[in-house]
């Protein structure tokens, strides 16, 4: 009580009702990855990531652009009068980086995402590398309302430097017990359907520590997602038209210079130092001579890093640049002013000179006819946007007990490759290293569903599902941030009352809505704090105020068993 010196009324509320725990949010993703609006490295290479919370994809484009355009090659039919040609066939040039995280946004939301976190670690005029992403998880890390972590973006990386990300965000998720990472299997080139080889390679080079933050699944999805591009980028192909193709490396670990043109075309390089800037820029005149100004200090990996801004441009005039062997040398300036001959490689017939703008008022039919057919290529991506948007719908909708799976993914076609339910044996369960991988599948008349709910710490009995782990995840949180009030507090059995009537009430809601399994709410949970209980009078005196909670949660049925027997006939 106050002590009063001066004569009056006074007024005191006193606090009757007992304090209660406000729940955390459980479904709130980060997508870490490269972004038309981003940061730049510095000139040591370094990046300062960009972190925003965002709710929409309007706010998306507003804050961070839009999605990285794709360039096209088109075949068409011989002209025998520019209004005779007709469309044969659309193949996609497959970009050196592959950023994804505006498209997988986009899934995200159609699939019932909601609030979420963009770490952009740079823009599309910079090479995708290890040590952005590895910033980004870093900068993470510092934020405490993220629950899932995605690194979608990231499957384009060497699988060495992928698979140790995910190392890394298995760590974080352990560090601070508030958050969950959804992984993609990078595929690979030349394996089965099923991708048999990428899972194998999930599995060995994933490692064994902290297992249970983190659930991985395959395959990929064929979305109804069309790709962004430019029309000045889709270059038309001409059976009249034969291109050659040259090529040279500059330094063991530098860069490799690719051009295609018509057969009299003399494709050459220059690298400079005449004019040097801190980022390499590049020239091409009307003869094809290519001229990269470089400093002193640039190697090959720069270089290519900075192409990216003329790459898939008019400005690039049939010239590639891409990283040789590591990438680390430094270029030296080429000597001679008419440049470096390039090595002629093979014929065949590449892009021609003419591109998908200038149809539109010479060609119409054929414009339209090559529009149509581009907005009917698909974008293909990794699965964890879709999942992470089902484990927000799941979430609002059910609750974070409830496993995200037997559920149907919208803007999606299906997936790349069809699991049997023979071929998902071996996923679901791995005696080897118990490393479960959950499978997304077609089923006739249903559509595509997820239909695994098992964590990577697939044999562990504590943590082997989803829901399990992330409901655990909720409470720890929650309970957490609500007993911050009797830090300082006298520890006493008033205080230790208080604290544990709050978790009581929150664990009873929760039973209330099914979370929990038990018929009663003494089978369900249990709250212990005490002197004599959960602590002695040395942890008393040292100040320590220890509850033991106990929870029975919920599991998912997994496998469900109808047996049928014959019923004796009896008269």
């Not at 993220?146 to 140790?164: E, K, R």
């Not at 990078?186 to 599995?203: H, S």
């Not at 860069?255 to 820029?281: F, H, K, M, Q």
């Not at 709410?521 to 909670?549: S, W």
Request: with cysteine; charged share 15%.
């Amino acid at each position: 009580m106050a002590t009063y010196r001066t004569p009056g009324v006074y007024v005191e509320e006193i606090a009757t009702l007992p304090p209660s725990v406000a729940e955390v949010s459980t479904a709130i993703p980060a997508f870490i990855g490269y972004t038309e609006v981003g940061p730049n490295p510095d000139a040591a290479g370094n990046v300062v990531p960009v972190v925003a919370r965002i709710n929409t994809m309007l706010e998306y484009r507003d804050r961070f652009g839009g999605a990285s355009p794709s360039s096209f090659r088109v075949a068409v039919s011989a002209a025998n009068g520019s209004n005779l040609r007709t469309l044969q066939s659309i193949t996609r040039n497959t970009p050196p980086n592959e950023y994804t995280l505006y498209h997988n946004l986009s899934l995200y939301f159609q699939n019932g995402g909601g609030s979420c976190y963009i770490v952009s670690v740079g823009n599309y005029n910079n090479a995708a590398n290890k040590a952005g992403f590895s910033a980004g998880l870093a900068a993470l890390a510092k934020e405490d309302e993220p629950t899932l972590i995605l690194l979608s973006d990231a499957v384009s990386l060497p699988a060495a430097d992928y698979y140790t990300l995910c190392q890394e965000a298995l760590a974080q998720c352990k560090q601070l017990g508030d958050r969950f990472a959804i992984f993609d299997i990078k595929p690979l080139p030349n394996d089965d359907a099923v991708g048999t080889a990428a899972v194998a390679e999930f599995r060995n080079n994933i490692g064994i520590n902290n297992l249970a933050y983190g659930a991985a699944y395959h395959p990929y999805l064929q979305t109804t997602l069309s790709y962004d591009y430019a029309e000045n980028l889709v270059g038309l192909e001409s059976a009249e038209v034969t291109t050659v193709t040259w090529q040279r490396a500059f330094g063991a670990d530098g860069i490799l210079v690719t051009y295609r043109g018509s057969a009299d075309d003399d494709p050459r390089v220059i690298i400079s130092r005449e004019g040097a800037t801190e980022t390499p820029t590049f020239n091409v005149s009307p003869e094809n001579v290519l001229t990269i100004t470089v400093s002193a200090d640039t190697n090959g990996s720069a270089v290519v890093g900075a192409w990216q801004s003329v790459l898939n441009t008019p400005a690039a005039q049939g010239f590639t640049i891409s990283v040789n062997g590591s990438g680390e040398d430094t270029l030296t300036a080429t000597r001679g002013n008419g440049g470096v001959a390039l090595d002629k490689q093979t014929t065949g017939n590449q892009a021609g000179a003419q591109t998908l703008d200038m149809l539109k008022t010479d060609n119409t039919a054929l414009y339209n006819q090559i529009k149509a057919a581009l907005g009917q290529q698909r974008v293909v991506l990794p699965p964890s946007a879709a999942v992470a948007g089902v484990y927000a719908s799941v979430d609002r909708d059910r609750g974070v007990w409830k496993a995200p799976a037997n559920v149907s993914l919208a803007a999606v076609i299906g997936p790349v490759a069809k699991i049997t339910h023979e071929g998902q044996e071996s996923l679901n369960v791995d005696p080897t290293g118990g490393k479960s991988i959950n499978a997304i599948r077609a089923f006739t008349g249903k559509g595509t569903l997820i239909w695994g709910a098992r964590t990577l710490a697939g044999n562990d009995n504590e943590w082997r599902y989803i829901p399990v782990r992330r409901l655990f995840i909720m409470i720890e949180e929650s309970v957490q941030k609500a007993s911050a009030f009797a830090v300082f507090e006298p520890n006493d059995a008033t205080t230790w009352l208080k604290v544990k009537a709050m978790i009581e009430s929150y664990l009873y809601g929760l039973w209330e809505q099914g979370a929990l399994a038990g018929p009663t709410p003494e089978a369900a949970y249990f709250v212990n704090v005490g002197l004599g209980k959960t602590m002695t009078a040395q942890d008393v005196l040292e100040g320590r105020m220890i509850v033991d909670i106990g929870i029975a949660a919920v599991r998912p049925a997994e496998f469900i068993i109808l047996r049928f027997t014959h019923k004796l006939q009896e008269a």
